[in-house]
């Protein structure tokens, strides 16, 4: 079945580091991709997303690219805040059943 | 506001209770979720509505009993739950169809004791 593999965490960077997050899937078919974030207390939010091959998601000055022939879509962002402490979702949605599929997450830390 | 709400945040009940956790969305979505979200363990896929009809249940023990009354309103009813149940609960909303994200709730924080 359809299936994401993410970055172990925790990860823990400095302010204004460079922030990779790995993030690769396996699909049948020609799955559509997300990122979502969850804040300490809170529910997932969407971050970003991208539905054809090549296409760039961005939000919040994050970006991941949907990469078909390495199947990946890795999350990035140039420089972090301490307000980007959260847990990372990386998911695909199946085109068949819609079904929505979560990585484990991964844990991110941003210090001052 | 995330247009999911969930109530209670919080609940601790005992191995005999029985309560339900509720989920309300204004969104205009047809499709509802549940999920389990346990520390250190992805995201488990309980139930999903599609136009007030259940479409997946996964293998969920039947402690756990999910009612949709119409397309805004998800309940789930607990009885005589495990302490292993202790985790927070995530509601969803979206239309259905491919590439249509969800929207979440804030979560029930449950503990069972």
Redesign the interface.
Known sequence: GDSVTQMEGPVTLSEEAFLTINCTYTATGYPSLFWYVQYPGEGLQLLLKATKADDKGSNKGFEATYRKETTSFHLEKGSVQVSDSAVYFCALSDRIDYKLSFGAGTTVTVRA | E?G?T?TPRHLVMGMTNKKSLKCEQHLGHNAMYWYKQSAK???E?MF?YSLEERV?NNSVPSRFSPECPNSSHLFLHLHTLQPEDSALY?C?SSH????????????TRLTVT
């Open positions: 995330t999911v969930q363990k992805p995201l896929l999903v997946e995530l969803a259905e169809g491919q590439g249509s994200p969800l929207h979440f709730g804030n979560g």
